[in-house]
């Protein structure tokens, strides 16, 4: 039998994988943007100052929502967007275990070609 690779065995690279192609483009991280400061916005509000329409952002929205970086709730006929101050500690988290894991991996290297 077969064992599973490490990867296999933890989610962490699917969401890692999920939550960077979501970021990776310049619309949504803009949009992303504009919600950092936590007030969820109407996608109307969030298409002012911008050459997008109303249905490109709700298509940007949705991307990142999958991805767990926006949560979106009624108000009335309108759905507003709020970011996930949760998923990006989550994001942050995974990048500072793979920059240990570098460093750590970097120190062997170093003392290796030095010895």
Known sequence: ML???PA???PAPIFAAQ???ALGDRTRLALLGKLADGQARS???LSLDTD?????ITKHLHVLQDAGLVASLRVGRESRFAARRETIDEA???LDRVSAQWDE???RLKTFVED
Do not use: C, E, H, K
């Open 3 to 5: 064992n599973p690779s």
């Open 8 to 10: 296999a065995l933890d």
């Open 19 to 21: 939550v960077f192609a």
């Open 43 to 45: 996608i109307s509000t």
């Open 52 to 56: 997008l329409t109303r249905q490109a």
């Open 92 to 94: 942050r988290a995974y």
């Open 105 to 107: 991996v970097l120190g």
